[in-house]
């Protein structure tokens, strides 16, 4: 089992970076892991909404070290040098939330456009990619280094007009499942100290989007409170029982 500092709480002192902390789940996640009494750093593209999401954290849980760092994950070596402050500046990396989210679409399967497998390929691949290479050896040597992604019930079941999105959630699973593998051979007959999984959710909604359609349904919708409760939890679990796993929070597809 993971250790808990003597507090009885997994995540007090930890260091998180969340990759995508900008958005709707990034904010919620940033609080989240805050609450708990992690140091989290989030990275993300866009400067002003990071600051605003950073703010926000720190502002719910006073006294949280909450960071902001503007990272351009679509870059190997910017991702790199990112993981590697992160590890000098705190000590430690004990997880890796991978939120960077992107969807396109189409009517049909023969009017997708391969413009949009172009854009969510860098978006949902090619950051999962990086940000896995460049934390590995960070997350293997902590006691309770946990990498997630967050996909999508699509990834298992596409639909005729989500194509690119399906098969790039689908590609970014197989990547996950594979540092997965890596934390088991490390871990030896001792089984792994590290965990890869995947957090599966139908489709996410937050407060903006109920205002937006209050008469909308959502139905078989993640709140993003929900699923920052659910990425907060995955460190109560021990390694072995989640490395490699998918972790449905909708209905199994």
Known sequence: MSETNGTGNVLEGAV?????????????ALKRLAEAGATVVGADADAERLASAVDDARYAHGGATVIGDTVDLLDLHATRDWANRVEKDFGRVDGVVHLVGGWRGSATFAETDLADWDLLEKLLIRTVQHTSLAFQDALTRSD???????????????TAGNAAYAASKAAAEAWT??????????????????????????????????????????????????????????????????????LWLTEKS
Do not use: C
């Not at 998180?16 to 990034?26: E, K, L, R």
């Not at 309770?144 to 596409?158: N, Q, V």
């Open 16 to 28: 998180i970076a969340v990759a995508g902390a900008a958005g709707p789940a990034g904010r919620a």
């Open 144 to 158: 309770r280094g946990r990498y997630l992604l967050i996909s999508a019930a699509g990834a298992s079941r596409p």
């Open 177 to 246: 499942l594979a540092l997965g593998d890596a934390f088991r051979k490390a871990g030896g007959d001792a089984g792994p100290q590290q965990a890869a999984a995947i957090l599966v959710v139908k489709a996410l909604v937050h407060d903006a989007m109920r205002a937006e359609r209050p008469n909308a349904k959502f139905a078989g919708f993640t709140d993003v409170t929900e699923l920052a409760e659910a990425i907060a939890g995955v460190w109560d679990r021990p390694a072995a029982e989640v490395n490699g796993t998918r």
